[in-house]
């Protein structure tokens, strides 16, 4: 019975990730695993309720990854549910590696048992989100998105999230096990009086932004986004909402990733913009103000020599109302099956597409960059799924004032999201940036430095966001170091428990 209560345990705790939030059953599915870790009689049973743990989490809480097949024609639908499952086979893995290091380190020692599963659980985390091009998302440590504790990410980033969630509910199945001893509780709630509240704490109050931005929002379902005569509609939509403005200063304007399907650009081989003139840029540029400048998602087209067609580029490009691209950033953390298709001679013969329309895979971009927009700042770019990546979102050697984060959340049903959005403010406060999105349908953001929400638009909803930049905080310690802590953290407690274990014996 106990792999099946580790499942059950497993699909309870994904309800404490959006779009629920009810992160108490997070630590009670962590008591409820340390206890089965703990009564397990080998290190195989041990491996199979951790993995049974995480499949369940992960099949929940990756189910929009089904809807997302139900928007395209060159595959069944109900494949969705069976990559859901496969995927969710996959990633299981990592936890239950975790698992089994806490049974080879904490079986006859519940502290040390505590401390494994801790340690572990941010090694693993850190890489499931890097192994085979990495997937990210939701670690254990976006449960307190929504919670004082997000700001103890600034110190010790998303994978050191985890493991505190993880040690906070080891601490609670001790007490319940009555395996800490007083001295140790009286320390541990001195530590945590002081130490905690410290590193969760918001810096000072941050200076109100000046630059007045305007994030567009069209209400454009993934089921229109390729029809024929979209493009000109979209144009409409995304003009209407650009064009009243109450303010006469100069204004960024966000549209979202892919915000017309018609290219901005043709480039070579090389990346190098040909003087090519098409006309989605002057149709554009209709709805900009003099002085305003668009940064809108979009996508070029890279040609050979002879003109053909050979791959596209997903981007986003920074124009101004003489209709001059003043910069551009091409998408470098593709999604797998979505904008490329792995092995492709091989599932291709096998029936299997990519999700995203269109002939061949998605070009890769050079990775995180920064772009001088002059007066409105210096912009960094993560498209919609490369900022759930984290220590992986900025250029450090050029730190951008703000992330804009254009994102397409039309496929993923009402689950994806509001996950995506949080794990984009974690990356805000873990890196003390704001953060600007804009999406086709939802949810449309401005985070802070913080990762506070400060304004957003709902799902399934057009509208517009008026509000001025939140100014960037001082790096943190997390944007100087990145993974390196959560890592070394993580280690500690691994070789921790390793050392309490070795004193019990």
Known sequence: MNPLIALALGLASAFAFQPYALWPLMP???????????????????LLIGWLFAVGQFVVGLNWIATAFTYQ?????WLGWIAVVLLSFYLAVYPMLAAGLAWRFGRDRPIALVLALAGGWAITEWLRATMFTGFAWNPVGVSLVDSQLLGASRWIGTYGLSALVVLSSGALWLAWKRAFKPA??????????AFVPWMASSPATEVAGKTPIRIVQPNIGQEDKWREGLADEALQRLGALSAKAANPQPRLLFWPEVAVPE???????????????LPTIPRAIQSIRPGDLLVTGGFALIAGPDGTVTGNTNSVF????????????????????????????LLTAMGLSQLAPGQGDTAYGPGPRSIDLG???????????????????VDDRNRPDFIFNPSNDAWFGAWGPPQHLAQARLRAAEEGLPVIRSTPTGISAVVDSRGRLLQSLAWRTAGT??????????????????????LALGFLLLFSAIALGRRRR
Request: glycine fraction near 10%.
């Open 73 to 77: 024609a060159a595959m069944p639908a």
């Open 263 to 277: 290219p901005f650009a043709i480039m070579d081989s090389e990346r190098r913009t040909l003087p090519v003139q």
């Open 184 to 193: 140790g509780w009286i320390a541990s709630g001195v530590l945590a009086s």
């Open 375 to 393: 007066a409105f700042g210096n912009m960094g770019l993560q498209v919609c799924y490369e900022i759930i990546f984290s220590g992986d979102v």
């Open 465 to 486: 966001i008026d509000a001025t930049l939140p100014p960037p905080g001082a790096p943190t310690l997390f944007a100087r170091f990145g993974n390196v802590i959560p």
């Open 318 to 345: 920074a124009i101004d109302r003489g209709g001059a691209i003043l910069g551009r950033y091409d998408k470098a953390h593709l999604v797998p099956y979505g904008e490329y298709l792995p092995m492709r001679p």
């Open 28 to 46: 009670l599915a962590f008591i409820g695993l340390a206890e089965l870790i703990a009564r397990a009689p080998s290190l195989r049973r041990a």
